[in-house]
């Protein structure tokens, strides 16, 4: 059973940075497209980033130009570089596969933005 594990997060000021990494444990971690995921407060869960195998990147409109997905498949893991960080950045960030069949939700990483 995959395991994945999310750390890094904590708390920054408006404009600050954080580097999130993703672990994976249990399973073949390359030939799948992983994805950076967000959770707000009494919001639904969001895909901000993802990255395919080959390393090709997506991001979402709000993360655009400040927010690098990459991934180190043989470390099994996937980063996010966060810069330029905003208050409505603020959230649980959880890694996972972009597509179905996703593996079991981590305990997810906070990042909170505020002065």
């Known amino acids: 059973q995959v395991q994945l594990v999310e750390f890094g997060g904590g708390l920054a000021q408006p404009g600050g940075s954080l580097r999130l990494s993703c672990t994976a444990s249990g399973s073949s971690f390359s030939p799948y497209a992983m994805g950076w995921y967000r959770q707000a407060p009494g919001k639904t869960r969001e895909l901000v980033a993802h990255i395919t195998s080959g390393g090709a990147t997506t991001y979402a409109a709000s993360v655009q130009g400040r927010f690098t997905i990459s991934r180190d498949n043989a470390q099994k893991t996937v980063f996010l570089q966060m810069r330029s960080l905003k208050p409505e950045d603020t959230a649980v960030y959880y890694c996972?596969?972009?597509?179905?069949?996703?593996?079991?939700w981590g305990q997810g990483t906070q990042v909170t933005v505020s002065s």
């Open positions: 996972n596969k972009r597509n179905s069949p996703i593996y079991s």
